[in-house]
């Protein structure tokens, strides 16, 4: 599967963002996906994961309450939602997918910057 995400941007502190990741290839709804980030200077960190249906999502303690991941199966592309953002929220952003047969995410979108100015 290919990934293309999309939406990052310069926002202000306090305001809003949505990305989205579009995949393409094998079947996306057999995949997991996720959103990770890197800020300049950090390790990649998880941010969150959705499963197949999108029934269930799961998300770092850092962006709890604040971050929404969806899916829409029928256009093959998953989102994160981003309210409240703060300049920590800085960062390459990119979408993963893992198959149900695999423990690690395999696949890996190109990421795009979000930018949170204080």
């Known amino acids: 599967v290919q990934l293309q995400a999309s939406g990052g941007g310069m926002v202000q502190a306090g305001g809003s963002l949505r990305l989205s990741c579009a995949a393409s290839?094998?079947?996306?709804?057999?995949?997991?996906m996720g959103w990770f980030r890197q800020a300049p200077g950090k390790e990649r960190e998880f941010v969150g994961s959705?499963?197949?249906?999108?029934?269930?999502?799961a998300y770092a303690n850092s962006v709890k309450g604040r971050f929404t991941i969806s899916r829409d199966n029928a256009k093959n592309t998953v989102y994160l939602g981003m309210n409240s953002l703060e300049p920590d929220d800085t960062a390459v952003y990119y979408c993963?997918?893992?198959?149900?047969?695999?423990?690690?995410?395999?696949?890996w979108g190109q990421g795009t910057l979000v930018t949170v100015s204080s």
């Open positions: 993963a997918a893992r198959d149900v047969h695999s423990a690690k995410y395999t696949y």
């Open positions: 290839g094998r079947t996306f709804s057999s995949y997991y």
């Open positions: 959705i499963s197949l249906s999108g029934g269930s999502t």
